[in-house]
């Protein structure tokens, strides 16, 4: 058998598990215990024998994804992850095997040029146009984007830190509805995770001044030096924009960096009907921004983005003799802007669907999932026993079945027992409530509504 019998197996399998994802029929999840997985995949025999190929991997790629989480099954609403379109599937069959990384231009050539051309894309639709100054870097994931972001911020607040360590002072302002990653950050880097600062809710005008100023007050107070603020576009639980106009002022006016942490909702910069959700982006210092979300990429596929390059290229500042040296080549390393050193080509995987979508194409893609995520709240709020905490300003919309916490949980258990939908759970305000994400292209108003109404009878049953 040759690698390309072996593809054309592979890929047949795909197109039939794609397809029939697509139809609905299957389970969208399985919650098999770890050791009945190992088993049904025969893990240890395929280990002993050794040569796995042709229609015995076919066979096992089978097996395996019957035991797959189906994102592109229309009741695949759980997480944030997007239901990849097909070339990007490709391009990572490509970049898996040309393993180029890139983050160095002579061992990835065309992957760099690639990565520079997606980025400044990217930067055109923030509104950081050529000649700017602006930059960014592709990275694996919003959470090594986020602490990137930071450490670049850092960096500028206080150069020193890098060689003496991080002073006992430094402090971070943050909504409260930011990611985990941005505590997780200020752990890594020795700010400590008690030393951000929060703001709750979303306020507008002179309360959300009123607010922001309370936690740098706070701060303060403290005797803390607070650097930066991030702000949500949007947040993870409920989807809800931060107003970063309003909020870059105040960071202006307190001498703060502000990281806009974009990585689900700055997709919407690509719709001519959603992106005034991040009016006053352009004013920010950085921005992170995951195309495995809401740009049907396969993970992982992140740009972090600085309205200065140069905050980014002093951010690390590092020697590695094998790899920092001046020589001439015709590309640009981007090793010194990233945590990681052999990094992917991450950015074939957004390239090539962008090219097979089009700029209208994933544009007409998020403003799909966003009306169909306002439509599905007009349709719960509407039934007797549903309620539903806030508006969805994106493809995430919170939704309370009759009775307690508790119940939510059971009524999710029992969601993904039956196997048609897949959900999360996300506290908002003191309460537990059900959480869709809308990103299969494949869910349909009608499939929402069967979801509203199970929801509600299996509440109904918790009961009784
Ligand atoms: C707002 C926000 N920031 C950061 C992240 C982390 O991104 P990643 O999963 O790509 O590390 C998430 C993930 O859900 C997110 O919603």
């Known amino acids: 058998m040759s690698f390309?019998?072996?593809?054309?197996?592979?890929?047949?399998?795909?197109?039939?598990?794609?397809?029939?994802?697509?139809?609905?029929?299957?389970?969208?999840?399985?919650?098999?215990?770890?050791?009945?997985?190992?088993?049904?995949?025969?893990?240890?025999?395929?280990?002993?024998?050794?040569a796995l190929g042709g229609s015995a991997l076919a066979e096992f790629i089978r097996r395996y994804l019957s035991l797959t989480v189906r994102l592109h099954h229309p009741g695949s609403l759980a997480h944030q992850v997007a239901a990849p379109h097909p070339a990007a599937a490709l391009a990572t069959l490509v970049e898996g095997f040309t393993n180029n990384p890139m983050a160095i231009y002579e061992m990835g050539p065309a992957a760099?040029?690639?990565?520079?051309?997606?980025?400044?894309?990217?930067?055109?639709k923030v509104g950081w146009t050529g000649?700017?100054?602006?930059g960014g870097v592709l990275t694996h994931g919003g959470s090594l984007a986020n602490l990137t972001a930071l450490v670049a911020a850092r960096s500028?607040?206080?150069?020193?830190?890098?060689?003496?360590?991080?002073?006992g002072d430094l402090a971070l302002i943050a909504s409260a509805d930011c990611h985990y990653s941005v505590a997780r950050a200020a752990g890594i880097m020795g700010i400590g995770e008690k030393n951000v600062y929060s703001w709750t809710g979303t306020p507008s005008g002179d309360a959300l001044s009123e607010?922001?100023?309370k936690a740098i007050g706070h701060a303060r107070g403290?005797?803390?030096?607070?650097?930066?603020?991030?702000?949500?576009?949007?947040?993870?639980?409920t989807g809800v924009y931060d107003p970063l106009r309003a909020i870059a002022g105040i960071c202006r006016e307190h001498g703060l960096w502000l990281h806009v942490d974009g990585a689900h909702g700055a997709s919407a910069l690509l719709s001519l009907k959603h992106r005034w959700r991040l009016d006053g982006v352009e004013l920010a210092d950085s921005l992170t921004w995951d195309a495995h979300k809401l740009m049907r990429t396969s993970g992982l596929c992140t740009a972090l983005l600085v309205r200065d390059a140069k905050t980014l290229d002093t951010a690390f500042h590092q020697d590695a003799s094998y790899l920092f040296h001046s020589k001439q080549q015709p590309g640009f390393d981007s090793l010194h802007r990233t945590v990681e050193c052999t990094k992917a080509a991450l950015g074939l995987r957004l390239f090539v669907v962008l090219a097979a979508l089009g700029e209208r194409g994933l544009a007409g893609y998020v403003d799909?999932?966003?009306?169909?995520?306002?439509?599905?709240?007009?349709?719960?709020?509407?039934?007797?026993?549903?309620?539903?905490?806030?508006?969805?300003?994106?493809?995430?919309?919170?939704?309370?079945?009759?009775?307690?916490?508790?119940?939510?949980?059971?009524?999710?258990d029992k969601l993904l027992a039956d196997g048609?939908?897949?959900?999360s759970t996300a506290v908002v305000g003191d309460r537990r409530y059900l959480r869709i994400v809308v990103t299969s292209p494949e869910t349909k108003l009608s499939d929402l509504r069967r979801l509203a109404f199970r929801a509600l009878e299996l509440a109904e049953t918790d009961k009784a």
């Open 156 to 167: 500028h607040f206080d150069s020193a830190t890098w060689t003496k360590g991080c002073p």
């Open 420 to 423: 048609d939908f897949h959900l």
């Open 211 to 213: 607010e922001i100023g």
């Open 112 to 124: 760099a040029s690639i990565e520079v051309f997606v980025v400044d894309w990217l930067l055109s």
């Open 131 to 134: 000649g700017s100054g602006a």
């Open 368 to 412: 799909r999932q966003f009306d169909l995520t306002l439509q599905a709240y007009e349709l719960f709020r509407n039934v007797p026993g549903l309620e539903c905490p806030v508006e969805p300003q994106c493809n995430i919309l919170c939704f309370r079945a009759p009775g307690d916490d508790a119940v939510q949980l059971r009524v999710r």
């Open 222 to 237: 403290d005797g803390k030096r607070p650097f930066a603020l991030v702000a949500n576009a949007c947040s993870t639980a």
């Open 4 to 50: 390309l019998d072996d593809v054309r197996l592979i890929s047949e399998e795909l197109d039939q598990y794609y397809r029939e994802s697509a139809s609905g029929d299957p389970r969208v999840v399985h919650q098999l215990p770890m050791h009945e997985i190992v088993k049904k995949l025969d893990l240890k025999a395929h280990l002993e024998e050794g």
